[in-house]
């Protein structure tokens, strides 16, 4: 079982997505300095613009007993609505709003 840590991004690295970021990130526990966690999991939605991540930024993560892990979120929490690149939906689309297109509202 693993345990919710704090710490800070290290480096953005490994294999990147479809949209071109970056999918792994060495993080520190602000607990444990001196030391940093093998390459972990970045979720889709902390990739690139919607996480906004970088060396320095505070975040939660865990990490399990075979050492591997994931991010779970930004400390701050801060996401500025934006999802980036191209989006593929399998199925129908349900908009209940006005969808703006540039300038245009349709």
Known sequence: MGVVQKGIILTLEGETDIN????????????????????????????????????????????????????VSRIDGNWDGMIEDNITIKKNLVVDADIKLGEKII
């Open 20 to 71: 071109g970021n970056p999918t792994k990130a060495k993080v520190q526990s602000t607990s444990a300095e001196g030391t940093s966690t093998l390459p972990i999991t970045i979720p889709w939605y902390l990739r690139g613009e919607m996480g906004r991540l970088e060396k320095g930024t505070e975040i939660a993560f865990v990490i399990f007993e075979d050492l591997t892990g994931i991010i």
